[in-house]
C-alpha cells in the first residue's frame, strides 16, 4: 500500500519532467572505466598500501609465495591460520610445515572458532593503484565475507596483473561478479578510526594487520 | 545504615538519550547561544573541521578530472531523482530476484513499525547496528527500545555519544564535542552496565579507548542475530546495496549476523553499478579527505553460504517526496552526506552540530531539514537563515549542491508562508518607521528622544531586549544612539566629532 502511495506521489512531484528516457533526459557527461594517467601502477599501488601502514612484501614469482607466506606469519607471531577453500594449497604448505595450526574453512567455521584464530589467508580480486584498495570478490580463492573480517591480521596474496590505475577501471573489473550476485569488499590498509579527538588509530574492529604480498 | 527504596523509573535496556524532542530545540538564533559559550566545544570543533579541509583540499587536488567527477556526480544524481520512480521500481525488482524482501514505508512511524516487527518475529531482544542517518532520522533506537529491543550503536563515535546519554553533533565524527577524558569516564562508567567492562586500569589513550570499544563490541557482534545498517548508494540496475566506512563495525554488522535489516532512504538511489565509479572516488576524497574509505562493502539480496540469509530492505520516504515536487528544493536531495558542506562553513564551526536541532547539522541541514520537516516549528522556520551564505559549502559539495542558492530560496518560502499566516509585525514597524522617516521634523523628534533615551541607560551597547525587539537583538548586541544626532551636530556648527567624542567618554574600557 504504501508502495503505490509513494510512486504516486513522486510522480506528482515530478510533473515538471516530461522526457520519459531517463538517460535522453539528464544526459551524463562521463566515459566509464577508464585508465586513468598512472605511469607505474604496481609501484603506485605499493606505496598507497604501505601509507595506510599496511605492510607489503614483494614476490618475484609464484614460486616464492609460499615461503613469504610461512615468513610473513612468523614475523607478525601467528599461531594459526584459517584458508578458504579454494586457496591454492601450495600456498600454505611451509607456513604448516613450519608448524602453524591450520584450519580450512570447509565446511564453515563458527563466529566463536574464526574469532580464536590469528590469521586468515586470501587471495585478491583487484587493486587499485591510484588509492592503495584490494577488493575482493569472495569467489573460492577468497572465501566468505567474514573470513576475512574477524581473525586479527590479514594476509593478501595479489598478482601484478590485477593491479589496475584506479576506481573506474576497478568497477569495470568487478561489475561481472556483482552482476553474478558475489559480494565485493573494498579493503584500503586495516580498520581505522579517527572519532576520538581526530587522532587516527588502526585496528579497531576488522583484522588489526594487513599484510599484503604482491607477486610478479 | 538503612537504604530507601525509591520508586525506579521503568529501567531501560540502553542508555537513555537526552530529554526532550530535536524539534522542540529553540530558533537557532537562541540555541546557538548555548553552544557558544563552550569553549572546549569550539577548540575541538575548529582542531576536527580545520584538519578535514587540509587533508580534503590535498587529495582533491591530485585527481586532475575533479570537476568533471563532480558534474557527472551531480548528472547522475539528477538523473535519478527526475525518474525515481522507475529506478526504485527496479531497484526493487532486482532485490525481490536475489533473494531480499522489499518494505516500502511513507514515514517515520511506518518505518520504525516495519522494523520492529521484522526484530520481534526473530524473537531477539537486541540487534547491532551501523551508523545510519536515515536511522536516526526516523528515531529507530527508541522505537526499538519501546518494544523491548536493545539497539547497539557500533560506529566508536556512536557508541560514545549512546553510552554518553548525548546526541551526535557531526555526522562524520558524531563524538567531536568529547575529548580523550570525559570519553574514559563514559567507557568506564557505563560499559559495565551494557556488556563487557572497560578494564579499570584503562587510559585516555586513543588506541586503549578503541581497544575497550572493540573489546565490548566484539562480544555483541559474535552473539549478534539481526544486525541493521543503511547505505550510502542503492543500486537500481543490480539490486546491491553499498556501505561506506572506516572502522569494520559495518562489515561485523552486515556479515556475522542471520538477519539484516538495512534501512535506505529512496534518494540513495543510484542507476547502474558502474556509476559507483564516480561517487566511490567522490565520497571518500570529500568526506574525510582519503584517497579511499578503510571498508567499503557491496551486497545484492541473499548470497548463499555467505552473510546473513535473510535480507530485508526498508525503502524510506519520511518527506523526500515533498522535497521533490520542489524543482529548486529538490537539490538538495543530491547529497551524498560527506559533511564537506559542515568542514568548510564558518558558522558550523563555531556552533556545532547540536544547535541545528536536526539529525542533518550545517549547510546541508539548513536547507534538507525544513524541507523534510516543514516550517512549522521555530527552528525549522531559522534554519535557512543560519548562513552568512559566504558560499564556500557550495564551492566544496561533490554533487555540487548551491547551498546558498537554496538557503536563499528557503528563506523565501519561509517568509512567504509566515507571511499568508499573519500580518507581520515587521510590516507594521515599517509602516510607523516610513510615516517618521517621511518627515524631516518627524525624524529628528525621535533622533532627539532616542539621544536622551541614553542618558537615561548609561552604557554604549543594548543587550537583549524584551519582545519585539529581541527578535533582532538576542543574537546581537546593538550600539546606543549617539547622544548627539548627526542633524543636531551639524546644526550647531559642526566643531568637534560627536561620534568619536561619545566612545572615548564613555564606556570604552581601560
Ligand atoms: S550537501 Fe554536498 S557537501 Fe554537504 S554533505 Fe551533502 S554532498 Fe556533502
Known amino acids: 500500500m504504501s508502495k503505490s502511495e509513494i510512486l504516486a506521489r513522486i510522480r506528482n512531484s515530478l510533473v515538471d519532467v516530461t522526457q520519459d528516457d531517463p538517460v535522453l533526459d539528464v544526459p551524463v557527461d562521463w566515459s566509464y572505466g577508464q585508465a586513468t594517467a598512472v605511469a607505474e601502477p604496481v609501484q603506485l599501488f605499493i606505496d598507497r598500501v604501505i601509507d595506510y601502514k599496511a605492510t607489503v612484501v614483494r614476490a618475484a614469482d609464484w614460486a616464492e609465495v609460499p615461503g613469504l607466506v610461512a615468513e610473513v606469519l612468523a614475523q607478525a607471531g601467528a599461531t594459526s591460520l584459517v584458508a578458504p577453500a579454494g586457496i591454492e594449497p601450495a600456498w600454505l604448505a611451509q607456513a604448516e610445515a613450519a608448524g602453524i595450526e591450520l584450519e580450512r574453512d570447509d565446511p564453515p567455521l563458527s563466529h566463536q572458532r574464526l574469532n580464536d584464530i590469528s590469521a586468515v589467508i586470501t587471495a585478491a580480486a583487484v587493486g587499485m593503484a591510484e588509492t592503495g584498495t584490494i577488493a575482493l570478490d569472495h569467489r573460492a580463492d577468497q572465501g566468505r565475507r567474514e573470513l576475512s573480517l574477524v581473525p586479527d591480521m590479514h594476509v593478501c596474496v595479489i598478482g601484478t596483473d590485477q593491479i589496475v590505475t584506479d576506481v573506474p577501471q576497478a568497477m569495470a573489473r568487478l561489475a561481472p561478479s556483482l552482476r553474478q550476485h558475489q559480494p565485493v569488499t573494498w579493503i584500503s590498509g586495516p580498520s581505522a578510526t579517527s572519532d576520538i579527538e581526530l587522532s587516527r588509530v588502526e585496528g579497531v574492529h576488522g583484522p588489526r594487520t594487513l599484510h599484503v604480498i604482491v607477486v610478479g | ?510
Open chain 2, 1 to 510: 545504615m538503612t537504604t530507601i527504596a525509591l520508586p525506579h523509573p521503568t529501567r531501560r535496556l540502553t542508555p537513555a538519550p537526552p530529554a526532550g524532542d530535536l524539534l522542540d530545540t529553540p530558533k537557532f538564533p537562541k540555541s546557538v547561544k548555548r553552544y557558544l559559550g563552550n569553549s572546549q566545544l569550539r577548540a575541538n570543533l575548529r582542531h576536527a573541521t580545520g584538519t578535514i579541509r587540509a587533508k580534503r583540499v590535498r587529495v582533491v587536488s591530485e585527481l586532475p578530472n575533479w570537476e568533471q567527477l563532480r558534474q557527472a556526480g551531480e548528472a547522475i544524481k539528477n538523473r535519478t531523482a527526475r525518474h525515481l520512480d522507475s529506478y526504485l521500481e527496479q531497484l526493487e525488482a532486482n532485490l525481490v530476484a536475489n533473494g531480499a524482501q522489499v518494505h516500502w514505508a511513507s514515514n517515520a512511524r511506518e518505518a520504525n513499525r516495519i522494523v520492529v516487527e521484522l526484530v520481534k518475529a526473530k524473537g531477539v531482544s537486541e540487534v547491532v547496528k551501523v551508523k545510519s542517518m536515515v536511522t536516526q532520522e526516523i528515531e529507530l533506537n527508541e522505537a526499538l527500545e519501546a518494544a523491548g529491543i536493545a539497539a547497539w550503536e557500533t560506529d566508536l563515535a556512536e557508541l560514545i555519544v549512546q553510552l554518553g546519554h548525548d546526541r551526535p553533533s557531526h555526522i562524520l565524527v558524531p563524538a567531536i564535542h568529547r575529548n580523550r577524558s570525559e570519553v574514559r569516564e563514559i567507557f568506564l562508567q557505563e560499559m559495565k552496565l551494557y556488556g563487557r567492562a572497560a578494564p579499570k586500569d584503562l587510559t585516555d589513550n586513543p588506541p586503549d579507548l578503541a581497544g575497550a570499544a572493540r573489546a565490548h563490541l566484539r562480544e555483541k557482534f559474535m552473539r549478534a542475530k539481526v544486525g541493521i545498517s543503511g547505505a550510502n548508494f542503492a543500486v537500481a540496475d543490480n539490486g546491491t546495496l553499498v556501505v561506506v566506512e572506516s572502522e569494520g563495525n559495518g562489515r561485523m554488522c552486515l556479515t556475522l549476523p542471520e538477519t539484516l535489516i538495512s534501512v535506505v532512504g529512496i534518494e540513495k538511489t543510484v542507476p547502474t553499478l558502474e556509476d559507483l565509479e564516480v561517487f566511490l572516488q567522490l565520497l571518500p576524497r570529500s568526506s574525510t579527505g582519503e584517497r579511499m574509505n578503510p571498508y567499503t562493502s557491496m551486497w545484492t539480496g541473499v548470497t548463499p553460504g555467505d552473510g546473513p540469509q535473510e535480507v530485508h530492505v526498508v525503502l524510506v520516504d519520511n518527506g523526500r517526496t515533498k522535497v521533490l515536487a520542489d524543482p529548486i528544493g529538490r537539490q538538495a536531495l543530491r547529497c551524498i552526506r560527506c559533511s564537506a558542506c559542515m568542514n568548510i562553513c564558518p558558522v558550523y564551526e563555531r556552533v556545532g552540530g547540536h544547535a541545528y536541532g536536526s539529525v542533518y547539522p550545517g549547510p546541508i541541514g539548513a536547507i534538507l531539514t525544513p524541507q523534510l520537516r516543514g516550517t512549522a516549528s521555530a527552528i525549522d522556520q531559522s534554519l535557512p537563515f543560519a548562513s552568512s551564505l559566504c558560499g564556500a559549502c557550495a564551492d566544496v559539495c561533490p554533487v555540487r549542491i548551491p547551498i546558498p542558492e537554496l538557503l536563499v530560496h528557503m528563506r523565501h518560502r519561509v517568509v512567504d508562508e509566515r507571511k499568508r499566516k499573519h500580518i507581520g509585525l515587521e510590516r507594521a514597524i515599517m509602516k510607523v518607521g516610513g510615516w517618521i522617516m517621511s518627515r524631516g521634523s518627524r525624524f529628528g523628534a525621535v533622533e532627539e528622544l532616542a539621544g536622551r533615551a541614553r542618558g537615561i541607560l548609561r552604557k554604549d551597547r543594548l543587550g537583549p531586549m524584551p519582545w519585539p525587539g529581541s527578535a533582532w537583538t538576542n543574537a546581537r548586541d546593538l550600539p546606543l544612539p549617539p547622544a548627539q544626532s548627526f542633524r543636531a551636530w551639524w546644526k550647531s556648527g559642526h566643531t568637534d566629532n560627536p561620534f568619536t567624542a561619545n566612545r572615548s567618554g564613555e564606556g570604552a574600557q581601560p
